[in-house]
C-alpha cells in the first residue's frame, strides 16, 4: 500500500477499505505521509464524498489515533452537546454548569476558532488563569470532582483530528459532510459519553449554508453515534445571524454570565434552555416538560447554575474575581450605523465573523495570537426596525481597523419590508 495510489484511487471517485484508510490516517499522525499528499487526499474526499462506510472507517481509524476516555465506572448519565460552530454561539459554557446542576457529568472536549467561527476554548481562555489543557488524568479528576470538565484536544485525545483540523483550515476543505462527520464524532465517541447532542448550524454564518445540507449532515452524525452505541439527538438551529447580543471571546462568556444569572432574554439564553430542555428529555429526566421546565428555572433562579460555572472556573486555575466587564471586553470604541430607516432583513454573518478576525478575535494562520476583549455587540436582530442613525453593531476595540469597519457595514440590508420570521431552531431529532 502507498499514500499516492490510495490518493489516485480516491481521486478516481473509487471506495477506499478499511485498511486504506488506517494507512493514510496512521501514518499521518506519525509523520510517515507529508502535508501535501495528505491535503491532495483531503481534497479529493472533498469532491468525490466519501461514502458511509468509509465514513466509518475514517472515524474509527481518527479514534483509534489516541487515547479513548472511558468513565463507565462513573455512577450518572454523562451527556455531552456539540455545536457545528457558527458566530457568537456560546451555547456550551452556560449550558454545561446548567446541565451539571441538573444532575449530569458533562465531559466536554471542545476545539478552537475554525474559519470564521468562534471556538469554547478560546472563549474560556478570556477567563484570567483558565486551563483547559487538561491531561487525561487531569480532565478524569475533574469531572469526578466537579461535574464538568471543560478541555481541549491533548496530544493523545484523536491526535488525527488535531493535525488534519488544522490542516482542513488552510486548505479550503473544511465544508465538507464527511469529513465534518468524522471530525466532530470521532472526539464525541472518544469522550467517554453516554448520549450526545448535536445543534448543526444552517444560515450564513454556518458551514452548511443550506437546510438540507444541514439536515445530511445531522442525519450522518446522528446515525453514527447510534451504530456506534451512544444515545443521539440532534436540533438544526438558525445561524443567519449572530446568535444573541455579543461575538467574540470575553464579551461571551460576559453574555455567558449574564444568561447563567437569569438576566439576559435573547435567541442565545432561548437556545440554551431549548436544549437543555431536549437532553433533559432525551435521557429520561422528568416526567413532563412542565416538571423539566421547573427543574430548569429552579437551576437558575436559585444561582445554582451559576455558582456551578463559578466551581468550574476556581477547579480550572480561573480567577473568578475577572469575569467583571473591564476584565473581559474593550471599552466601545466606535459604532456601525443604519443609513437609513427600515427593517432590518438580512445578516450576512460570515463576513461579521472575518471582521471579528481582523479585530484578532480569530485566527487567520494558526499561531495568531487572540485579543480576548476584542468583540462586537449586536445592536439590532433580524427583522426589528430600525431608525437612520440608530447603532447596527458596536466594536469593542482598542485599535482601528479599516476592514473591520468596510466587512460590518457590508453585513447586513435594510429593507422597508420585513424579512421572512427566523425560526430559531428549524429541525429536531432524538429528543
Ligand atoms: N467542528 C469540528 O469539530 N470539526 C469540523 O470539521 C467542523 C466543526
Not at 445561524?239 to 444573541?244: A, F, N, Y
Not at 480561573?318 to 467583571?324: A, F, Q, T, V, Y
Not at 432590518?344 to 445578516?347: A, D
Not at 484578532?360 to 494558526?366: E, H, L, M, P, V
Given at each position: 500500500m502507498n499514500a499516492p495510489e490510495i490518493i489516485r484511487k480516491k481521486r478516481d471517485n473509487l471506495s477506499l477499505n478499511e485498511n486504506e484508510i488506517k494507512f493514510m490516517i496512521e501514518g499521518y499522525v506519525k509523520d510517515n505521509i507529508p502535508d501535501y499528499q495528505m491535503s491532495a487526499f483531503l481534497m479529493a474526499s472533498f469532491i468525490n464524498n466519501l461514502n458511509d462506510s468509509e465514513i466509518l472507517c475514517l472515524t474509527k481509524a481518527m479514534i483509534e489515533s489516541g487515547d479513548v476516555y472511558d468513565?463507565?465506572?462513573?455512577e450518572g448519565i454523562k451527556v455531552d452537546k456539540h455545536s457545528t460552530g457558527g458566530v457568537?454561539?456560546?451555547?456550551?459554557i452556560p449550558l454545561a454548569p446548567i446541565l451539571a446542576s441538573l444532575g449530569f457529568f458533562v465531559p466536554m472536549v471542545s476545539g478552537r476558532g475554525l474559519g470564521h467561527t468562534g471556538g469554547t476554548l478560546d472563549k474560556l481562555e478570556?477567563?484570567?488563569?483558565?486551563?483547559?489543557?487538561?491531561t487525561k488524568e487531569k480532565f478524569r479528576e475533574t469531572l469526578i470532582k466537579n461535574k464538568v470538565a471543560m478541555g481541549g484536544q491533548t496530544e493523545t485525545f484523536v491526535p488525527a483530528d488535531k493535525k488534519l483540523y488544522a490542516l482542513r483550515d488552510v486548505t479550503?476543505?473544511?465544508?465538507?459532510i464527511p469529513l465534518i462527520t468524522a471530525s466532530i464524532m470521532s472526539k464525541k465517541l472518544a469522550e467517554g459519553i453516554d448520549s450526545l447532542f448535536l445543534d448543526v448550524k444552517t444560515g450564513s454564518?454556518?458551514?452548511?449554508?443550506?437546510i438540507e445540507s444541514a439536515k445530511e449532515l445531522a442525519d450522518r452524525m446522528f446515525e453514527l453515534g447510534e451504530m456506534m452505541g451512544k444515545k443521539m439527538a440532534y436540533v438544526i438551529s438558525d445561524?443567519?445571524?449572530?446568535?444573541?447580543d455579543y461575538a467574540g471571546n470575553g464579551c461571551e462568556i460576559f453574555e455567558s454570565v449574564s444568561i447563567l444569572k437569569g438576566e439576559t432574554r435573547n435567541y442565545a439564553s432561548k437556545l440554551v434552555k431549548e436544549t437543555a430542555l431536549m437532553i433533559m428529555r432525551q435521557n429520561y429526566v422528568g416526567k413532563s416538560d412542565e416538571e423539566r421546565e421547573n427543574k430548569y428555572r429552579s437551576a437558575i433562579d436559585s444561582g445554582k447554575a451559576y455558582e456551578k460555572f463559578l466551581d468550574i472556573v476556581r477547579f480550572q486555575g480561573?480567577?473568578?474575581?475577572?469575569?467583571?466587564i473591564k476584565d473581559l471586553m474593550y471599552e466601545k470604541k466606535y459604532e456601525i450605523k443604519s443609513e437609513r430607516d427600515g427593517y432590518?432583513?438580512?445578516?450576512d454573518t460570515y463576513k461579521i465573523g472575518i471582521a471579528l478576525i481582523y479585530m484578532?478575535?480569530?485566527?487567520?494562520?494558526?499561531?495568531d495570537a487572540i485579543d480576548h476583549k476584542a468583540g462586537i455587540k449586536i445592536e439590532k436582530h433580524l427583522n426589528e426596525h430600525v431608525m437612520k442613525g440608530e447603532p447596527i453593531f458596536s466594536v469593542y476595540a482598542d485599535k482601528d481597523n479599516d476592514d473591520v469597519g468596510i466587512l460590518l457595514k457590508e453585513s447586513f440590508k435594510i429593507s422597508q419590508e420585513k424579512g421572512d420570521e427566523t425560526k430559531l431552531i428549524k429541525v429536531s431529532r432524538g429528543a
Open positions: 468513565f463507565s465506572d462513573i457568537g454561539d456560546k451555547v456550551s478570556s477567563i484570567k488563569g483558565f486551563n483547559v489543557n487538561l479550503g476543505t473544511v465544508e465538507s454564518g454556518a458551514f452548511m449554508k443550506s445561524m443567519s445571524q449572530p446568535l444573541g480561573g480567577d473568578e474575581k475577572s469575569l467583571r432590518l432583513f438580512e445578516f484578532n478575535a480569530g485566527r487567520f494562520r494558526k499561531e
